[in-house]
């Protein structure tokens, strides 16, 4: 019950493509989905995150979708550029503040 | 303003040493939480301080492992007579002291590797 499941482990993408990264949960506690960037060497690091009471927020190239009923968010990168080529990480927080992670999953966005 | 401090960035350690990471929370941040990484997985929570006090240690294994963040300087996580399953980025995040719930902010991280 405290899993997210992400998939897939590895995406490759074209340049200017769409890149959908997708999560699914089983605790109905959960009450905000950030979704994190991390590339080699460095921190896990804040992207955009979403609470239940909305379906889509979007923020430039990325926007998280949000199904509450499937208990399922993704997001999706558009206009995917060499630049995003990272691992991300979505995440769950059941209104404390234990992060529950997903496993990653690797882009790799192709000139 | 700086941000998670985390140091050293890199660190090895015979089998049987100490490990000893730290961590200095981004300025009037008061809460610190450490979480470990295992090559190709996401991040694990282990511990969650406040200055001089362990809230949550849920995620700590029982043995050979503490943390602690004292009134004065960083928070530090400790493993004692590591083995090679300790070898993993041990990331530390803090956020300010409020009411309701703010993000947390990752440092760079340590990662250890155990030889």
């Known amino acids: 019950q405290q899993q997210v499941k992400q998939s897939p482990q590895s995406l490759i993408v074209q340049k200017g493509g769409i890149s959908i990264i997708n999560c699914a949960y089983e605790n109905t506690a959960f009450d905000y989905f950030p979704w994190y960037q991390q590339f080699p060497g460095k921190g896990p690091a804040l992207l955009i995150a979403?609470?239940?009471?909305?379906s889509e927020k979007k923020e430039g190239r990325f926007t998280i979708s949000f199904n509450k009923s499937a208990k399922q968010f993704s997001l999706h990168i558009m206009d995917s550029q060499p630049g995003d080529s990272a691992t991300y990480f979505c995440a769950a927080l059941p209104g404390t503040y234990k992060y529950i992670f997903g496993t990653g999953t690797r882009l790799k966005v192709l000139a | 303003n700086a941000g998670v401090m985390q140091n050293p960035r890199h660190l090895v350690r015979r089998r049987g040493q100490e490990a000893r990471l730290r961590c200095s929370p981004m300025?009037?941040?008061?809460?610190v939480y450490w979480y470990r990484q295992l090559p190709e997985e996401g991040l694990k929570f282990m511990v969650y301080?406040?200055?001089?006090?362990?809230?949550?240690e849920s995620g700590m294994p029982k043995e050979r492992f503490s943390a602690e963040f004292p009134k004065e300087g960083p928070s530090i996580l400790r493993i004692q007579q590591v083995v090679r399953g300790d070898s993993a980025a041990y990331f530390c995040?803090?956020?300010?002291?409020?009411?309701?719930?703010?993000?947390?902010?990752f440092g760079q991280g340590t990662r250890l590797t155990v030889v």
């Open positions: 301080l406040q200055k001089e006090n362990i809230i949550d």
């Open positions: 995040a803090s956020s300010p002291l409020t009411d309701d719930f703010t993000e947390a902010f």
């Open positions: 300025k009037g941040h008061s809460h």
């Open positions: 979403i609470r239940p009471d909305v």
